[in-house]
């Protein structure tokens, strides 16, 4: 069983999530296949939660070694 992430999207009044063909293949789904799905919301990382902040570099570390 493979397990991938994918983005959710409106299609009609249906909500549809694309299955990528490097799994498709992989797991021998095609048109027609029908396939049970598990749920899960992804967490969102952390990093870039702070706009205007730049990354922070080695040089930023003030005397600390």
Not at 13 to 23: A, C, D, F, Q
Not at 27 to 48: D, H, N, P, Y
Not at 55 to 62: I, K, Y
Request: proline fraction near 5%.
């Amino acid at each position: 069983m493979a397990e991938t992430v994918g983005k959710v999207r409106r299609v009609g009044g249906s909500l549809m999530v694309t299955i990528p063909s490097e799994v498709a293949t992989a797991e021998g789904i095609r048109e027609g296949t029908t396939v049970q799905l598990r749920i899960a919301k992804r967490r969102r990382s952390a990093f870039g939660a702070a706009p205007g902040f730049a990354p922070w570099r080695h040089e930023d570390d003030w005397g600390h070694d």
